[in-house]
């Protein structure tokens, strides 16, 4: 029975230190990695005729052409989809040959970086209590706002012509 007892507790010992030693190593990595939330940049809005771009399903009008950046790496063929709650999608900031145009929409704003030939994500922005979504396909992007039963989007495509974006408001 002592020599149990003796096992018992060494085995405890041993265990409660490994436990120990397990969480202070974790804690140090995500202490390492937490990080200030990002400041948002201050956007124009987009306005048509004097009032927001709220519409549902209406086209935005193409942007004039400029002159192409060096070649960047093309995307993936097929489409991928991320989700998150409240970190806003940061990409990297837009060169002079672009154009950044802000689209608000209920449940969040979509900065979208619009070039002659295609469109890029610049940030995505969830309102408080509004989930997001980003899909990326070859030559298409889709951005969506849910909450409860609610889905606003915001896509924007381009296959040979310059990008359309268009808000989907339900």
């Known amino acids: 029975m002592r020599n149990g007892l003796v096992q018992l507790c060494a085995w405890a010992a041993a265990t ?4 120990a030693l397990s969480w202070l ?3 140090a990595v995500l202490t390492g990695a937490a990080f200030e939330q ?17 519409a ?24 991928t989809a991320t989700t998150a709650a409240a970190p806003p999608v ?3 900031t837009p060169t002079a040959t672009s154009t950044v145009r ?17 469109a890029s994500l610049v940030s995505a922005t969830p309102d408080p209590g ?10 298409w992007m889709r951005v969506d706002f849910t909450r409860d039963n609610q889905a606003n989007s915001v896509f924007v495509y381009w296959n040979g012509h310059p990008p359309v974006v268009e808000t989907a408001v339900r």
């Not at 409660?16 to 436990?19: N, R, S, Y």
């Not at 990002?38 to 771009?53: C, E, F, M, N, Q």
């Not at 209406?58 to 993936?76: G, H, K, V, Y």
């Open 130 to 139: 509004w989930q997001m979504q980003v899909w990326n396909g070859d030559q």
């Open 56 to 79: 549902s399903a209406t086209p935005d009008p193409a942007p004039t052409p400029t002159p192409q950046s060096p070649t960047q790496p093309a995307a993936a063929p097929n489409a």
């Open 16 to 19: 409660g230190a490994a436990v």
């Open 25 to 27: 190593g974790v804690h």
């Open 38 to 54: 990002p400041t948002p940049l201050p956007l124009p809005s987009p306005r048509v005729g004097g009032t927001p771009h709220s």
């Open 102 to 118: 802000s689209y608000p929409i209920p449940g969040g704003r979509v900065a979208l970086d619009i070039r002659a030939d295609k």
């Open 90 to 92: 940061r990409r990297p």
